[in-house]
């Protein structure tokens, strides 16, 4: 492996800092090329610290220019500048302030890492470790400090200085064309939450009273001209914060609340103190320009910035193994928010079908980790599904093991108790086993072992006694670095269905009140009593657990759970449990008798039948089959993805056909009147609407060219638009290259359209798609320096098509690794990312798997690759 340092950092070494910063005072003169930032530092020995420990601040890429102590002038002999240190050996053992002063060059910030520039205005990105990129600092999260930031620029360059907290003090500069301005941040903070933001900006705004009555003044800065853009965010905002305040007692602690939406940046959004930092495409919605999907994205990101504030902020993390505490906590807030917002059932489905497309994935590849890791060579690589989405499911499954009233109590001693500190994954247990007076160690092996746990279920009854009994066994596959593996804490809500639908007066003792029997062995058996008739169980409802569920039931059972389960989850489950049985023999040779799939297409439409009208978006979901990937990953090894793609095609034109009459109806009945709004039960008729069209057009691809053309051209907004155009990517020929040219043509000034644009067509599952995309890249509009457009054109192609990605002949991976190399260059962070696209490569079939095992070892090979891109090559190879 040839990267730079590649020195492993471990969780058991944590050590609390030698020194302590208790003040920042930071003054920075922004200029394109050559900032000065100097930074005044008031610190201590850290009486937990070593007592005899050099002063090691930590830095990146930075010029230094002066360093004093106590407002002496250091000598070149009295501390040690390297690229990334400055060390002080002879620190003093009192109280004293240092200053160090060092030049940026924002403009050649390709990383987005630290101070940059985009669109031409200034904004810095700290998390996890950009604030050493700005001055040298002991650059770790728990060490907090109170910031004061003065900002000073030219008056019509950069009209907007906006900094953490509260502004005390802004004006111009005499006798120059530079203005400043001062904002004081009094919360303590890790340096990965600093920013500054300077620009010329838009801007919305309005005034929040907070439960106690203060008044926070809300605002959101964007490119001048889309100001109202910006509106349904800042709506979102308010939402947000009445949400928090309502269901977790939570208030805003500042006076004003900003947030900047930028062009080029590397991950959605980041939830700097007071001034959140957003990529552009989580701000800006119209109904032109957005689908109702961009709508709920933006509501679910913009109230989880928000919820950070406290989930993150006032109580944040210790180290960066910690990472789960804040992310895994704020998603969980965030998904219960939205699904107050919107419909808990669909909510819950949308949020299973992401764990799984990504993070049961990423459990089960090379780069599997625990929620809370033990180790990294590159934190920027832990930013995962696994530390997020998995880390939420931990969050959930605490609270259905406890109960929502002990929830809530768990959840208020535990900001009580860690407000203003920097904590650890124990704390937060600690409070939750304090309030309930339960031993939670067991179940915080969540936070430690990786992989899905598998559940296997059986099922026996006995009529003369009227008893049926589930026998469960668990196991957890080895996964890096964890070959033996323990038994989990799994909560099973369960519940027993009657063939005919009606409600099973069974009960069981190890069930609670909740419905839930905590499973915590490698095996166990359960039995109820008073069972009238063979039932159908219904296990997992509402995924009560991130586990894979072996549960031999046929078909028929499965679809008794789709008509009758109470359980809206498991209802939609069992639909996609008998279309993955189907794909999965349709895709690996396994005969599928014609009437199995007929009955199946014809439970699905009369389940959307009743439920189309009231509750379309559920409907939706339950006619959308599992996607390719989704099959790639239940089968495992040995994948043909061009045999997944072609089954998946026929079951979507049977499906198509069987319903045809009822999916013509929906797709007349279900349009939406008036002016566009994105609220949840316009959303799901749209949707319905527009999952009828996909497979309509599948059935008939004549008809589904009118259909999608028609609709291409008259369409108010830009879900049923773009859902139009998506359908037309299906049907090769003319008609098709013409829409695509022309919606180009339509929308040539609106990047993030664009991005949707390029989305759509690297997904096409053709042989000419390569091409088509490294044509694309010639496109004025992308470039390889923006995360966003890279990300929807070549970031799609990799992650979205299965088949001309994973080509027999090897093009698609040596395409990916040449652009993964390129972009390291530029953007270390972004190049990982694209990698990670490889982590599927051990389930594809041989000729595939060599392909890809040699592109592979060709990156890992390169001189100078970054730590980011070394660390995801050398753990998918291992
Ligand atoms: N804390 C942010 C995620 C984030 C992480 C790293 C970043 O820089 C590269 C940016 C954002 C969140 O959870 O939203
Ligand atoms: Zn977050």
Known sequence: MRTDTA???????????????????????????????????VMRPNPEGRSDAPLVLDGEEMNLKAVSLNGRTLTAEEFEASPQSLTIAQAPRQPFTLTVETELNPTANTKLMGLYRSSGNYCTQCEAEGFRRITY???????????????????????????????????????????????????????????????????????????????????????????????YALDALERSMRWDEKIFGREYDLDVFNIVAVSDFNMGAMENKGLNIFNDKYVLASPETATDTDYAH??????????????????????????????????????????????????????????????????????????????????????????????????????????????????????????????????????????????????ARWY???????????????????????????????????????????????????HDGSAMSASCDRVDQRGVFLFDKPEDSITFTGVASLPVPSLFRGFSAPVKLSLDLPNEELLVLLRHDTDSFNRWQAAQSVAMRLLVYLSTGVEVADEDIDAFSAALCSFTDRNAQDDPAFAALVVTLPSEADVAQEIGQDVDPDAIHRARSEMRRRIGQGCAKHLQRFYETLTVSGPYSPDAASAGRRALRNASLDLLAAADPDTGEALAVRQLESASNMTDRLASLSVLTTLPGAVREEAIARFGDRYRNEPLVLDKWFTLQAAIPEDGTLERVKALMQHPAFSIAN???????????????????????????RFLASIVLRADELNPQLAARLLTAFSTWRMMESTRRSHAEQVLRSIAQKPNLSRDVGDIVSRSLE
Not at 325 to 344: A, M, P, W, Y
Not at 399 to 414: H, P, V
Request: hydrophobic share 35%; proline share 5%; charged share 30%.
């Open 7 to 41: 020195q492993i950092v471990r969780l058991e070494d944590y050590q609390p800092s030698d020194f302590l910063i208790d003040r920042v005072e930071l003054d920075v003169r922004l200029h394109p090329t050559e900032t000065r930032v100097t930074a005044t530092l």
């Open 137 to 231: 600092f002991l650059d770790r999260p728990d060490v907090l400090s109170v910031y004061n930031t003065r900002i000073e620029a030219d008056r019509d360059d950069v009209p907007v200085l906006l900094g953490n907290g509260n502004r005390i003090e802004s004006g111009s500069i005499d006798g120059s064309d530079r203005h400043y301005a001062v904002w004081h941040d009094p919360h303590p903070k890790p340096s990965y939450l600093f920013a500054l933001v300077g620009g010329r900006l838009g801007r919305v705004s309005k005034t929040f009273t907070t439960m106690s009555g203060r008044e926070v003044e809300l605002a959101i800065y964007v490119e001048p001209g889309k100001e109202d853009r910006a509106d």
């Open 298 to 443: 933006i509501e679910a990101i913009i109230a989880h910035e928000y919820f950070h504030n406290w989930t993150g902020n006032r109580v944040t993390c210790r180290d960066w193994f910690q990472l789960c505490l804040k992310e895994g906590l704020t998603v969980f807030r965030d998904q219960e928010f939205s699904s107050d917002e919107r419909s808990r059932p669909v909510h819950r489905i949308a949020e299973v079908k992401t764990l799984r497309a990504r993070q049961f994935l990423e459990d089960s590849s090379p780069l599997a980790h625990p929620v809370r890791p033990t180790q990294y060579r590159e934190i920027n690589n832990f930013y995962t599904a696994t530390v997020y989405e998995k880390g939420a499911e931990i969050v959930r499954m605490l609270k259905t093991i406890i109960g929502d009233d002990d929830f809530r109590r768990g959840m208020d001693l535990y900001f009580e108790r860690c407000d203003g500190t920097a904590a650890a994954v124990e704390d937060f247990l600690r409070a939750f086993a304090d309030v309930t007076g339960r031993d939670l160690s067991h179940f």
């Open 448 to 498: 430690e072992q990786s992989g899905t746990p598998r559940v296997k279920v059986k099922g026996h009854y006995d009529p003369d006694a009227r008893t049926y009994r589930l026998d469960l066994a668990q196991s957890t596959p080895p996964t890096p670095g964890q070959a033996k593996k323990e038994a989990m804490a799994i909560p099973v809500a369960l519940g027993l269905v009657a």
């Open 787 to 813: 995360p966003n457009r890279v990300r929807s054109l070549i970031g799609s192609f990799a992650m979205l098509n299965q088949v001309q990605f994973n080509r027999a002949d090897g093009a698609g991976y």
